[in-house]
Structure formats: C-alpha cells, structure tokens
Nanobody
Framework: QVQLVESGGGLAQAGGSLRLSCAAS????????MGWYRQAPGKERELVAV???????NYADSVKGRFTISRGNTKNTVDLQMDSLKPEDTAVYYC???????????????WGQGTQVTVSS
C-alpha cells in the first residue's frame, strides 16, 4: 500500500506565505513525478505544480512566480512554498504521485487526503 500524507495547510492573509509538505510511504519502487493539485468549492480539480524525477517543474499560470515546488529533504517527499498568497488560492490542496510499486508494475497515480488552504483578504 502507498500512502501520501500532506501537512502544512491552514489560514493565511493575502500577501502571506504557507508551505505544504507531502510524504509518500509504503512499497515504492520508483517515483516518476510528484505534484500538487487543488480544488476550490464548485470548481474542478486543477494542477498547481509538478516536479519530475529528473527535476523538471511545471506550474499553473496562475501561480507562476509565486509558488515553488521542490523535493523535500527526506526521500519521497515534496514541498510547495506558496508566497504572495491571494484569496483565489483558497482551496483544498492534494498531493499527487505517479509511481511504480515494483520493477514490473505499471505506473499509476496516488492521491493524498487533501489539506485546506484558506487565504483571507
């Protein structure tokens, strides 16, 4: 079994910062990418940022220049530094990992439970 556990959500004021962390645990052979998605009330889940095993990153246009995704200091972890937060960043943030559990298995996606981020104006 693979588990993704997020931490670091909470309440911030507009212009402030929050840092999210995600740790993947369980039987993991290799990770292709880890990233963050978010879902605001009444909206579809959307990509926020992703980092590949090779270190390439991709960001949603709405967060470019404000958010930074990076590998954590611990193996199989990923962080999202969120600066210059806006009320429209308010959403539940989900950690995502595309990984294989064995050498011969196909890669599949796993999701965390989500962590609430609320930005007040």
């Amino acid at each position: 079994q693979v588990q993704l556990v997020e931490s670091g959500g909470g309440l911030a004021q507009a212009g402030g910062s929050l840092r999210l962390s995600c740790a993947a645990s369980g039987i993991i052979f290799s990770i292709n990418s880890m990233g963050w998605y978010r879902q605001a009330p009444g909206k579809e889940r959307e990509l926020v940022a992703v980092i590949t095993n090779g270190g390439s990153t991709n960001y949603a246009d709405s967060v470019k220049g404000r958010f930074t995704i990076s590998r954590g200091n611990t193996k199989n972890t990923v962080d999202l530094q969120m600066d210059s937060l806006k009320p429209e960043d308010t959403a539940v943030y989900y950690c995502n990992a595309d990984l294989r559990t064995t050498f011969s298995s196909r890669a599949r996606e796993y999701w965390g439970q989500g962590t609430q981020v609320t930005v007040s104006s």
